[in-house]
């Protein structure tokens, strides 16, 4: 398979399992009320909310040109992100990429359809929350970042090792 479409593979596959996820959560699951809450597990539930902003509740538009704008904005993103993955050459991005462009077109089109993100998954141990409640484009998105910047940490540390001046040396 051709390295880029490696990644939108990835894309396409975030993308169906966020919505596939939201609609089981929100429909056959009844948890589509702000408030409504499944316990799953003592440290996970599924929690319904409405997310009017971005990551970390940055952004929040609460109208409706503050809406569009924010579908803009994302969409400028999305677009750079495809750009980016269809000239990137390693794998591993390629897929990272695709996870990032996947969450994001997910989050547009809740944004599109219904004005707001929806958000449901809540990971707490007692009353400590580590997240906020996030979707599964949300946590594609984080997790692909973390690749990528560890990724780009991992290559520097090795083109550095490979340019020491031991490599410079000219020959007479």
Do not use: C
């Not at 429909?27 to 799953?40: A, I, S, T």
């Not at 997310?51 to 609460?62: D, E, K, Q, R």
């Not at 980016?84 to 050459?89: D, F, I, L, N, S």
């Not at 949300?138 to 973390?146: G, L, P, T």
Request: hydrophobic share 50%; no cysteine.
């Amino acid at each position: 398979m051709r390295t880029r479409s490696l990644g939108y593979l990835a894309a396409l596959v975030v993308f169906a399992l966020d919505q596939l996820a939201k609609w089981l959560v929100t429909g056959p699951l009844g948890v589509n009320r702000v408030g409504d809450q499944l316990v799953l597990l003592p440290i996970f539930q599924f929690t319904y909310t409405q997310n009017n902003g971005i990551s970390l509740g940055l952004f929040n538009a609460t109208t409706e040109v503050g809406r569009w704008m924010l579908v803009a904005l994302t969409s400028a993103i999305a677009i750079g992100v495809a750009y980016w993955m269809g000239r990137e050459k390693n794998r591993i991005d390629q897929v990272a990429l695709g996870m990032v462009l996947g969450g994001a077109l997910g989050n547009i089109l809740d944004r599109v359809r219904h004005g707001y993100v929806v958000d449901f998954a809540d990971l707490h141990f007692g009353a400590w929350r580590p997240f906020l409640i996030f979707n599964v484009g949300d946590a594609a998105i984080s997790i692909a970042v973390a690749i990528l910047l560890l990724r780009a940490f991992v290559s520097r540390k090795d083109q550095s090792k490979g340019s020491g001046p031991e490599e410079t040396i000219e020959h007479a």
